[in-house]
């Protein structure tokens, strides 16, 4: 069974120029359950320089992502300051829109970077082939049918 992912961004003025940076996938923009996706945080100059004002927390909606205990979810530093998250064996639960908070407490609400959305397009169950032999135009005509879950 295969369960296709789509990632849409979704990019708003205020996000962009936020003072947190830039959330990335490097997914493609379908994924199929059980493969791995993976998020890129590029935090500003701002956020780099002054880490005692700053925090860097992962979300999924409105709700907080905790790497250090969910065995799919992997958190690491990669050269040029990016921040990744990988999340492995994804499913439909997995549905959501993934974004990074680097502020908390502050007057005025916290600050996030933009939100990448994560859909799952379909659930694809047997795929199978039927030919149909049309021996009064002497060809064969095959159709695939896709029999989805609801």
């Not at 936020?18 to 996938?25: A, E, P, R, T, V």
């Not at 909606?61 to 999340?87: A, G, M, Q, W, Y």
């Not at 047997?126 to 005509?141: H, M, P, R, V």
């Amino acid at each position: 069974m295969h369960v296709f992912i789509t990632i849409h961004y979704c990019f708003f003025i205020s996000e962009l120029f936020s003072n947190c940076g830039y959330l990335h996938d490097y997914s493609g923009s379908d994924v199929i359950q059980g493969v791995t996706v993976k998020f890129g945080y590029f935090p500003t100059q701002a956020v780099l320089d002054n880490p005692e004002l700053y925090v860097r927390k992962w979300y999924k909606d409105n709700s907080s992502l905790d790497p250090d205990n969910d065995p799919n979810l992997k958190t690491s530093s990669e050269p040029n300051n990016e921040f990744v998250l990988t999340i492995r064996n994804v499913d439909s639960y997995t549905s959501g829109g993934y974004r990074v908070r680097c502020t908390e407490n502050r007057p005025g609400g916290d600050n996030f970077t933009n939100t990448v959305q994560i859909n799952v397009i379909g659930n694809v169950g047997f795929i199978y082939i039927t030919c149909i032999y049309l021996i009064l135009f002497k060809c064969i005509q095959c159709f695939i049918v896709t029999k989805t879950k609801q």
